[in-house]
């Protein structure tokens, strides 16, 4: 078992959480620690509930975690929703004055702090926040420096008077502690690494950056807003345009409209948002412009849950817009690659002139993780495909694009080619002038969708786009399983679920049953016969979906004939914890169900 | 507008003459509108690969198809939403938004009503023929009350929408209405639009002759006066701008009522595009700045 420590803070909205958690996780990282948080929260701005859980430790963590060691309530609600989650050698600590603890189970330490003895109330409102901070670090064998620094930087803009203040009361926790209660028996260990620590969202704005996105634009919805608020807050110095928009339907066509300009353009939104915004991918596909559209699920139908998670948007992304046209969609696997995957598709897109869609949801989103700094490239290769921009050559310009030299009229925008890629020349470079439609056209751009419609030609540009889906296929490296080659049992996942997953593997192997997992990042392509391959010895096969209907097991077998031995599944908006497929794969392989739906224990 | 660069050979209509010949029905007010705009250019002198001819979907967002620049025939009300994205890219460009009533004022009321406020640098010509045309005849937001088509077989209940005052209200900096049926006045009206910094709304009456049996040249030739003419009127008057916009019915004003040149456009607002437009940049964040964003997070 990988040696991991979680602290897990509630109370209600408005009660700051966020502050000890930042805080926390700062700390955490600069000690060289993974770390992996998760707030469950709701649609409220002040009141609700709030647990935000922060998972660290020397190795990496990909996910929450089964277990809180160190659990913080700020209100009653919390401790009477969470105590009883706290197994033997956890602890939690409370405002005495305010939060009466309820029954702890053998083994727990309860810590009350006197909260008004220790710090005055009436100037300091969040003083149990800061007096819990003190005490949990002290118990957790970290020493004050590394506190102070941290709420320093914190409350610096308020002024010295404000930061003695903070760093007091945290003293007074950390001494209160030391002087009252038992401290952890494993110190939190240190390494030399270093970590960044981010949301998917802020990964995928940077990735954006990375990938040379000059324009930008969004309406806000959750979870989905963070990309607007990073884009909007670098826009100078990234150089790049970054509009918010009147609504979704907008965003797409803006968005396409800086592409044909000639610019690397992108977008996100959640999948409400998305829903609105299909008539534009239709667009994007037909005048051959590429766009990159990020959806970053949260659970649905309709408004569903704003704040939860869900992988139930895949079937939406397969068939956005309609008519047929090629099309990517691509799902990170974890935080770090939020970042990774935007230049990825930048580069399929541009080569091959059609809509990217980056399938996010929540759990990644909104979630943070402690990330390598070298695992941020911000000078991946960039292939901008065919691509004629007005350029007079003076330009120190990294596009990879040729600048647009004259034509004597013969220019076609939609030449027919072997692979299906037609030179794009944009608005602005001489002798290429041509007008694109969302009607069916020919070669040189010009309608045959009103006055003389044709089926041989329609045909023939039908046949055109559609050979681009061969180049695609091709360029989208294939899907791998994992080790061990040989197992008991394969768990199938796509996207978010790729560290739970791994550590439920991990679990199982431990206790004796061999498991790996096929985690596939690119849906479309899907690659289904390397899919099969790749499967057909497995002995037991379960998909791990994050949606009620099992979206990627329908997928697999309409493209593959594929069926899998049994499906673990979960809709209540919260995300999987280890134990939750641990169990269900053992009563599956124990013959009781071929569908597990596991009980999500902690109320949030 | 930007006019672009003066090139060194002439731009005659000629050059400006589309791959195919426009689709409209003969006598179709958009004939007139499609001219208007090559004399336009051509007076101008814009080299046509610096000009975008962006439309929607209808009769009239055919137009980029019939005219030798850089076009865009886009979705149903979407093309000013386009526009936006493509000016932002690439200021340099000459941008035109030419469509109908429907598609502008219908599908696209919300983009129409957010590109003003934003003064985003574009020439936005409606050919407004108080009618669904290429859908065989259905009732328009600018149908007037009364009127009977084949949606609203027993006449139009609802008010029609005043594209004049709406355009007022939403802060666009330059609104005009021009009438197919005078070449020489809409061609100017054009001109004017194209070389205003800033988002420029020209209203055409452009009847159609299939659907519309209400509102034909005959009806307008009478009412059309012209506002050029009135030696009182002072376009930088909003007040005076937005009562005239009132008048219909045996007077019917057209030229430019309003244009205000105190307000910055979009593009010129935003310190991103101090280096030039976004298309001519180098892709790549500065190696000090790509690391300042990782620092911010450790």
């Known amino acids: 078992m990988k040696q991991t420590f979680a602290v897990a803070i509630g109370g209600a909205a408005g009660q700051g959480v966020a502050t000890p958690g930042d805080i926390f996780a700062k700390i955490f990282s600069r000690r060289g620690l993974s770390l992996n948080a998760y707030n469950a929260y709701q649609s409220i701005i002040r009141g609700g509930h709030t647990l935000l859980t922060i998972r660290t430790g020397p190795e990496p963590v990909t996910n929450m975690g089964d277990r809180i060691d160190l659990l913080i309530p700020l209100n009653q609600d919390t401790m009477d929703r969470h105590l009883k989650l706290l197994r033997s050698g956890a602890a939690c600590i409370f405002n005495a004055d305010t939060i009466k603890p309820g029954e702890a189970a053998d083994g727990v330490q309860l810590c009350p702090l006197p909260v008004s003895e220790l710090a005055d109330i009436t100037r300091n409102k969040v003083a149990q926040n800061t007096l819990a901070m003190g005490a949990g670090l002290h118990m957790m064998g970290v020493g004050f420096a590394p506190l102070e620094e941290a709420l320093r930087e914190q409350f610096r803009k308020k002024g010295e008077a404000v930061v003695a203040e903070n760093v007091g009361v945290a003293r007074a926790g950390y001494d209160y502690a030391a002087a009252h209660f038992t401290s952890f028996p494993n110190p939190l260990p240190k390494t030399e690494k270093r970590y960044a620590v981010l949301s998917g969202n802020i990964a995928m704005a940077m990735g954006g950056a990375a990938a040379g996105v000059k324009f930008y634009c969004a309406y806000p919805m959750s979870p989905s807003t963070g990309v607007l608020h990073w884009m909007a807050a670098h826009a100078r110095k990234a150089g790049i345009m970054v509009r918010q928009v009147e609504d979704e339907i907008g965003v797409i066509n803006m968005a396409i409209g800086a592409a044909h300009a000639g610019v690397r353009s992108m977008c996100a939104t959640s999948g409400g948002g998305f829903a609105l915004m299909s008539e534009g991918l239709g667009m994007s596909a037909m005048i051959e412009t590429p766009v990159v559209v990020i959806n970053c699920q949260r659970a649905g139908p309709s408004t569903g849950v704003p704040t939860k998670t869900e992988q139930g948007d895949l079937w939406q992304m397969l068939g956005a817009a309609f008519g047929d046209y090629p099309r990517a969609i691509v799902a990170p696997l974890d935080i770090a690659d939020c970042f990774k995957v935007i230049p990825e598709m930048f580069n399929l897109v541009d080569r091959f002139q059609c809509p990217g869609l980056v399938l996010c949801d929540l759990l990644l989103s909104e979630g943070r993780l402690g990330v390598d700094p070298k695992d941020m490239d911000f000078s991946p290769a960039i292939n901008r495909g065919e691509l004629i921009l007005p350029l007079d050559g003076k330009e120190a310009n990294g596009n990879g694009a040729s600048a647009g030299v004259a034509t004597n009229g013969g220019y076609k925008r939609y030449k027919f080619t072997e692979s299906g890629i037609s030179p794009r020349a944009v608005p602005g470079v001489p002798g290429h002038t041509h007008t694109v439609a969302t009607d069916e056209h020919m070669e040189d751009g010009v309608l045959i969708s009103d006055e003389f419609t044709n089926p041989i030609k329609r045909r023939a540009m039908m046949e055109k786009r559609m050979r681009k889906v061969t180049g695609i296929e091709a360029a989208v490296p294939l899907p791998t399983l994992w080790e061990p080659r040989e197992a008991d049992v394969t768990l199938i996942g796509w996207g978010s679920t790729k560290g739970v997953i791994e550590e439920a593997c991990d679990i199982l192997n431990e206790e004796g049953i061999s498991a790996n997992q096929l985690q596939i990042r690119w849906l479309v392509p899907l690659h289904g016969e390397a899919i099969l391959e790749l499967l057909k010895n497995a002995r037991h096969t379960i998909i791990v979906e994050n949606n009620y209907s099992g979206q990627f097991a329908r997928y697999l077998r309409s493209e593959t004939s594929f069926v899998p031995d049994g499906n673990i599944r979960k809709y209540d908006g919260e995300p999987f914890m280890p134990h939750h497929i641990v169990e269900a794969v053992k009563e599956q392989l124990a013959g009781k169900t071929h569908l597990s739906v596991p009980m999500h224990e902690i109320m949030v | ?298």
């Not at chain 2, 004017?192 to 519309?212: A, M, R, W």
């Open chain 2, 1 to 298: 507008m930007a006019t672009g660069v003066q090139r060194a050979t002439q731009l005659t209509v000629a050059d400006l003459k589309g791959k195919v010949d426009p689709d409209w029905c003969p006598g179709c007010g958009d004939f007139g509108v499609l001219a208007a705009i090559q004399k336009a250019l051509v007076e101008l002198q814009i080299p046509n690969h610096n000009v975008v001819a962006i439309s929607g979907i209808g009769c009239s967002s055919n137009l980029p198809g019939f005219i030798n620049t850089y076009g865009m025939h886009t979705l149903h009300g979407r093309a000013l939403a386009v526009a936006t994205g493509l000016k932002l890219a690439n200021h340099e460009l000459t941008v035109l938004v030419t469509g109908g009533d429907g598609d502008g004022f219908g599908i696209g009321g919300n983009h129409f009503v957010h590109t003003m406020r934003r003064n985003v640098d574009l020439l936005y010509i409606v050919m407004d023929n108080q009618i669904y045309g290429l859908t065989t005849g259905q009732t328009s937001p600018t149908s007037r009350i009364g009127m009977k088509t084949k949606s609203m077989p027993f006449g139009n209940i609802e008010a029609p929408v005043n594209p004049i005052s709406l355009a007022l209200a939403a802060g666009a900096t330059f609104v005009a209405r021009g009438f197919s049926g005078d070449q020489k006045h809409l061609t100017e009206l054009i001109k004017q639009g194209i070389e205003h910094k800033g988002f420029s709304f020209l209203d055409v009456f452009s009847p159609c002759v299939t659907y519309n049996h209400d509102n034909t040249y005959q009806w307008y030739r009478p009412r059309v006066k012209k506002l050029e003419d009135d030696s009182a009127y002072d376009a930088s008057d909003w007040p005076m701008a937005m009562e005239k916009s009132l008048l219909w019915g045996e007077e019917i004003p057209i030229g430019r009522f309003f244009e205000r040149t105190d307000v910055p456009s979009l593009h010129a607002a935003e310190p991103v595009l101090n280096e030039g437009p976004l298309v001519r940049l180098d892709p790549r964040v500065p190696a000090d700045a790509a690391r300042g964003f990782i620092e911010e997070l450790m």
